[in-house]
């Protein structure tokens, strides 16, 4: 298999995930209290969202990989 073809492939599965989970979630934990032995912590849920341009470029681009490599057959 091309390398072309192969990333396009990566790109659409990319491009796919993004458009279908919009982003993902992340859970840091913090301390909030740390007196000598006593330490408090919180967990902080945190997301980043992905717009949805990122999956159509990724998409995009994916499709135009695998027409290209194709093309150079």
Not at 1 to 15: C, D, E, F, W, Y
Not at 60 to 72: A, Q, T
């Amino acid at each position: 298999m091309k390398p072309s073809t192969l990333a396009g492939i990566v790109l659409i599965a990319i491009g796919l995930v993004a458009f279908t989970y919009q982003g993902f979630t992340y859970t840091t934990r913090e301390k909030v209290v740390d007196v000598g032995p006593i330490q408090i912590t919180a967990d902080k849920t945190k997301t980043l969202p992905l717009p949805p341009i990122v999956g159509a470029i990724a998409l995009v681009g994916g499709i135009v990989l695998l027409v290209m490599g194709n093309k150079k057959s």
